[in-house]
Nanobody, 118 residues
Framework: VQLVESGGGLVQAGGSLRLSCAASGSTFTIITMGWYRQAPGKQRELVATITYGGSNTNYADSVKGRFTISLDNNKNTMYLQMNSLKPEDTAVYYC????????????WGQGTQVTVSS
């Protein structure tokens, strides 16, 4: 599975951005997709996840009510709509896919930078 993120950039606090993650390859093996982020000097942390059927979502407390994860199965593309952005949301955002055949294997995108200015 290959994952390509897009949509990052520079935005002022209070603004919005939408990230996209396009999956290709053996997408039929994907069971869950998610967004993670890593700020300078910090560990990578979960932002939100969604099951590939799209029915179950999970959010970090820090983004609940501001971010929305969604999935277009026809396009094999996941989105993260980010509203009311804060400077502390500044990080590199990574797309993740959890796949399963005989074993669970994770794939990662290359990351996209999101910078929120105060």
């Amino acid at each position: 599975v290959q994952l390509v993120e897009s949509g990052g950039g520079l935005v002022q606090a209070g603004g919005s951005l939408r990230l996209s993650c396009a999956a290709s390859g053996s997408t039929f093996t994907i069971i869950t997709m998610g967004w993670y982020r890593q700020a300078p000097g910090k560990q990578r942390e979960l932002v939100a996840t969604i099951t590939y059927g799209g029915s179950n979502t999970n959010y970090a407390d820090s983004v609940k009510g501001r971010f929305t994860i969604s999935l277009d199965n026809n396009k094999n593309t996941m989105y993260l709509q980010m509203n009311s952005l804060k400077p502390e949301d500044t990080a590199v955002y990574y797309c993740n896919a959890e796949t399963q055949r005989l074993a669970v294997v994770e794939f990662w995108g290359q990351g996209t930078q999101v910078t929120v200015s105060s």
